[in-house]
């Protein structure tokens, strides 16, 4: 088993950054780490994803990769979301998850998911 427990969403102002914290116990070694968000009214979306150790980041597409930083901290059990520039499209349930299919995963086949933080974007 898994657990990861998320922390760092609230409230922000457009153009504003937040960072989003997920610490991992269990055997988590063995999985890919990532973030999946899932905004109003919409379904849950791969954000990015990180491999503990390997190969070097993977973003869902291109706006993602440009505001967005994955990273990890393998001494802590901890894998970080940096959201930069936020825009109030950016407003979700940010969910921290572990998988082993990289880089890319459906939300179907993610193996263990956290509870979840809210950011929301807005003046």
């Known amino acids: 088993q898994v657990q990861l427990v998320e922390s760092g969403g609230g409230l922000r102002q457009p153009g504003s950054s937040v960072r989003l914290s997920c610490v991992a116990s269990?055997?988590?070694?063995?999985?890919?780490m990532g973030w999946f968000r899932q905004a109003p009214g919409k379904e849950r979306e791969f954000v990015a994803g990180i491999r503990w150790s390997g190969p070097r980041p993977f973003y869902a597409d291109s706006d993602k990769a440009a505001r967005f930083t994955i990273s990890k901290d393998n001494a802590k059990n901890m894998v970080y979301l940096q959201l930069n520039n936020l825009e109030p499209e950016d407003t979700a349930v940010y969910y921290c998850?572990?998988?082993?299919?990289?880089?890319?995963?459906?939300?179907?086949?993610?193996?263990?998911w956290g509870q979840g933080t809210q950011v929301t974007v807005s003046l």
């Open positions: 998850v572990a998988y082993s299919s990289w880089p890319r995963v459906q939300s179907s086949r993610v193996n263990f």
């Open positions: 269990g055997r988590f070694g063995d999985y890919a």
